[in-house]
DNA sequence: GCTTGACTTCAAGTGCAGTTGAAGTCGTAC
DNA sequence: GTACGACTTCAACTGCACTTGAAGTCAAGC
């Protein structure tokens, strides 16, 4: 086995499939040479880059988030555990938000929609800060969100 | 103010679009009868019901599976305190089983990724069993889940 | 030398959760 | 009596993260 994957061989030892590799690169996510015959050669590192998109999508983050985030590491060398875990720590207060909103929703679940104080007045249950809650159009703001009016 | 609230209104309240009411709606998430006019109006205990649907879709549940809960309601009378909690518990143990994946995500992060253990022989990082993690094709078994081969 | 499987590109399709727009109706305020 | 905003339906569009399919190339085994 050489230095450089093919990309059944990443797709093998990622559990990502070989169409969504091809859609990372094509994203600016990871990126390949190409053999004589026009075929990808992955470099070896290439497997912990799709390590860390994996993980952050599990953490929440969109692909244009996580390229923002790959495009930190230093280019040119391959990235030493410092550089990774320089990445890491500014997710580590991304995954303690997204952990204090679900021990809101939680108390939420049984203190506000089990009794009967859901008046939307009074509860600030849903964090407008988190990403979820700005992804695309919805439900955006429940109480503790800008409101266009006052009206309760 | 009547009994009865115009679309408008549940809108104003809960914060969800009117569009977002209709598609719930059409999907059967909630129900309404109609004026004279062919007006939606709604009853107000729809407020929690959508209360609840915003809470649920936070925590990650599509909204099939929201569904399928709100079936659990009993029909032809407002649902109770009780009705709620009761449907409440359930969601307690998912929250719970999402903040411990955020927990080993957290661990992960500098435990594996950051250091140089990433080679995908070792770490029990992901959890197979989540939601996000069946949900729609994409990334699917990192290590933990069933590989179709024994490769590392 | 030919089949088979892994690879290539490119366009189109999928699923979720809605939004947007067009064309029309309803109801209140002036 | 007419203007205006809130409502109606229906079809089509959006964004994200891919997958699928078609048509073709490449490399190894028999």
Avoid at 5 to 33: C, K, N, P
């Amino acid at each position: 086995m050489a230095t450089e994957l093919t990309i059944g061989e990443v797709a093998a030892r990622s559990g990502v499939a070989t169409s969504a590799l091809r859609f990372y690169e094509e994203r600016g996510l990871i990126t390949s040479e190409r053999a004589g015959s026009g075929h990808r050669r992955f470099a070896r590192p290439v497997i912990r880059r799709v390590a860390f998109i994996v993980f952050a999508q599990r953490i929440g983050l969109t692909l244009d988030e996580i390229k923002t985030e790959l495009d930190k590491l230093p280019t040119g060398r391959v990235p030493s555990r410092a550089d990774w875990a320089q990445l890491s720590t500014s997710w580590q207060s991304r995954i303690d938000e997204r952990i204090a909103e679900l021990e809101r929703l939680k108390e939420g679940l049984t203190g506000c929609i089990g009794c009967g104080c859901l008046s939307l007045d009074r509860c600030h249950m849903l964090n407008a800060e988190d990403r979820a809650g700005q992804r695309g159009p919805g439900p955006r703001y429940w109480l503790g969100d800008a409101r266009p009016d006052g009206a309760a």
